[in-house]
């Protein structure tokens, strides 16, 4: 076994030396400007470039086989400025046509490149004749086949500029290794970039180059990963007329809102979009984006459906999504009506921004439904966005134990926002209803509920000073809690000055509630508002002011042994104070008339005949007289003062 590996070594040693010795002497007697001319010749007949070398070359054969341009530019015949530009282009030669006095570029590497992509309005760029030349070059049968087998670049720099569109990019710190698709008809590229102040890793591959550059249909895998957003996609691209791409598309992403940051989208309000993920079968056509089979995820909410996207002149979004269980409060929690102190309307001034941004069109329709402290069962609604103008629609909703329906919308005037807002809300619990919608938790029962509300104003505490509309309540089988009307009245009755007591314990039932308001500037005027209970009957009148939070009211409270028989007893009463914490009180003067020893007194009071002679007694009793009252006892002009008489 030596022996054959010794005969076997020997001529292997043999043809080596040769080899070393065949390369040594090639490079003495190598011709450098032979060698740097075929390079030249041969970069410009595969990338369709003219190469402009204004610094020095560097021409080496052993030990490492190779030709170096300083300071090149490499630019189309009818462009001035170079579409590519290297401090330092390196050609690598093949070795062994090399020793055959051939000259033949194994790879190119480009140190420091600037890459220049300029686009017009037609859609072609200054690479357009590069990428046509290379299209040509590697069809089957072409004169001068691709011998390109890897192109690196490092540290390289990419601008690009789109007037028409308004779009500038710069892509910087760019390490990528092309695998030129020398024997195989396949490409693949890898590496990595800064863009926007992140490391994207990145990854694309062509099934067929050629049909690619062509525009014909070719397979497609490209990856994308970023600390802000990975994105994967597999399918096929054609671009004939336009880009025109088709397969699965994967997105991921840890904060939906620093993604749309780092994309130059702004971001919506303040709260939510964080975790988000979308798998879906992706149809791509110019720049228009439909999606199917949607899977999507965003700060936990799942839903499927389908999604179009385009970004003619204005980015459109369409939706059309089923949901088992959605939560909507991440997107609402910072959006408060009352301020910290729960009385007083908020005055922050309104971020209407993310109106005029993107034009939304989406319908939705989930199973459960939260909305902060609301629980909604079954849900449709709609949400259309354009022009900055908000418009959302429940075609109906399981909510507060019934079934609601209406619209809400917004439109923005410069800072001000303008709102109008239709709701019917059909057999619901008031309490949840009443305390949610509008602060007041002393309701309770069921009933109907008809909004119709406009308002305009930057703030919420605006949107109050200027509210107009209308709103009706029905109820019935309910009670209205702070006070009991029936036992304050039967009191009242044996003792209207004996003391009421508490007046803001207990709760009044009634059978039926009827409320009537219409809202001008910001204040309800009661219209009808009448509660009709088993032992007593209450109407009110008066105002309730909306930016104020408070009531002003006035009311007769009645009891009645009967529903249909006259009120054996009638008690004007006072509602006063904030909505969640008003003050219940009866009129002291209807008190004191009810009163058998109050009510001459005060009929006395009123007359002035019996006034004059209750200050007479009390004058003789006190020995005094009112001050500023007239002398009734002085003598005449001159004549003498008469001595008073004793007691």
């Known amino acids: 076994m030596a022996q054959r590996m010794k005969r076997l070594g020997m001529p292997v040693a043999a043809f080596f030396g040769v080899a070393l010795i065949g390369l040594v002497?090639?490079?003495?007697?190598?011709?450098?400007?032979a060698l740097r001319q075929a390079v030249e010749a041969q970069i410009r007949a595969v990338t369709g470039l003219d190469l402009v070398v204004n610094g020095r070359i560097d021409v080496s054969v052993f030990p490492g086989s190779y030709v170096s341009f300083h300071d090149v530019g490499l630019k189309g015949g009818a462009t001035a400025d170079p579409a590519l530009s290297v401090d330092v282009l390196t050609a690598n030669l093949r070795l062994l046509p090399l020793l055959l006095r051939r000259f033949e570029i194994s790879d190119v590497m480009m140190l420091r490149p600037h890459i220049r992509v300029v686009r017009d309005g037609d859609g072609d760029s200054n690479w357009t004749p590069f990428i046509d030349t290379i299209a040509r070059t590697m069809q089957p049968g072409a004169e001068n086949p691709l011998s390109f087998s890897e192109i690196r670049i490092q540290d390289g720099l990419l601008t690009y500029r789109d007037a028409a569109n308004r779009v500038a990019e710069t892509i910087g710190d760019i390490d990528l290794s092309l695998a030129w698709p020398s024997i195989s008809r396949s490409f693949a590229a890898t590496g990595q970039f800064d863009w926007r102040g992140e490391r994207v890793d990145g990854s694309i591959s062509t099934s067929d180059f050629v049909a690619a550059l062509s525009g014909d249909r070719s397979g497609l895998k490209a990856r994308l990963a970023s600390p802000p957003l990975k994105l994967a996609f597999d399918g096929t691209v054609a671009n004939r007329t336009s880009l025109m791409m088709e397969g699965t598309v994967t997105i991921d992403s840890p904060s939906l809102r620093n993604a749309m940051r780092w994309a130059g989208q702004p971001p919506p309000g303040t709260g939510g979009f964080g975790r988000f993920a979308l798998k879906a079968r992706a149809n791509v056509v110019g720049p228009s984006i439909a999606l199917t089979n949607v899977n999507v995820?965003?700060?936990?909410?799942?839903?499927?459906?389908?999604?179009?996207?385009?970004?003619?002149?204005?980015?459109?979004?369409?939706?059309?999504?089923?949901?088992?269980?959605l939560d909507f409060t991440p997107y609402i929690s910072t959006f408060r009506l009352l301020a910290s102190g729960a009385r007083d309307w908020n005055r922050q001034l309104f971020d209407l921004n993310a109106l005029t941004t993107t034009d939304l069109d989406m319908r939705l329709s989930a199973a459960k439904v939260t909305v902060g402290s609301s629980k909604l069962g079954r849900t449709a609604f709609g949400a259309n966005l354009r022009g900055g103008a908000l418009a959302l629609s429940v075609?109906?909703?399981?909510?507060?134990?019934?079934?609601?329906?209406?619209?809400?919308?917004?439109a923005r005037s410069d800072t001000v926002a303008d709102i109008k807002a239709q709701f019917q809300f059909t057999d619901v619990d008031l309490q949840a209803?009443?305390?949610?919608?509008?602060?007041?938790?002393?309701?309770?029962?069921?009933?109907?509920?008809?909004?119709?509300l406009v308002a305009s104003g930057a703030s919420p505490f605006g949107l109050a000073q200027s509210l107009d509309g209308s709103a009706t309540l029905t109820g019935q089988n309910g009670a209205i809690s702070g006070f009991n009307a029936e036992q304050l009245l039967k009191r009242l009755e044996r003792r209207p000055l004996s003391g009421a007591g508490n007046f803001r314990a207990g709760s009044t039932p009634y059978d039926k509630l009827t409320i009537a308001l219409k809202f001008s500037d910001g204040i309800a005027t009661a219209e009808d508002i009448r509660v009709e209970g088993p032992a007593a009957r209450l109407t009110l009148t008066g105002t309730a002011s909306v930016p104020m939070r408070e009531y002003d009211m006035k009311g007769i409270a009645s009891l009645i042994s009967a529903p249909n028989a006259a009120a054996a007893f009638e008690l004007p009463f006072v509602v006063q104070g904030p909505w969640d914490d008003p003050l219940i009180f009866p009129d002291p003067e209807s008190l004191l008339r009810r009163?058998?020893?109050a009510a001459p007194l005060l009929d006395a009071v009123k007359d002035r005949k019996?006034?004059?002679?209750?200050?007479?007694?009390?004058?003789?009793i006190t020995g005094g007289r009112p001050a500023g009252a007239p002398d009734a006892a002085a003598p005449a002009a001159g004549g003498p003062a008469e001595a008073p008489k004793a007691n």
């Open 25 to 33: 002497g090639t490079s003495w007697f190598l011709n450098r400007d």
């Open 297 to 325: 995820e965003l700060d936990g909410n799942v839903a499927e459906g389908v999604m179009t996207y385009a970004n003619n002149d204005r980015q459109t979004l369409q939706a059309t999504l089923a949901a088992g269980n």
């Open 395 to 410: 075609g109906e909703a399981q909510m507060y134990g019934g079934i609601a329906r209406g619209s809400f919308g917004i």
């Open 433 to 452: 209803c009443a305390s949610e919608l509008f602060g007041i938790t002393k309701l309770s029962g069921r009933g109907n509920l008809n909004v119709s």
């Open 595 to 597: 009163s058998p020893g």
């Open 610 to 620: 019996t006034r004059d002679a209750v200050r007479s007694v009390l004058e003789r």
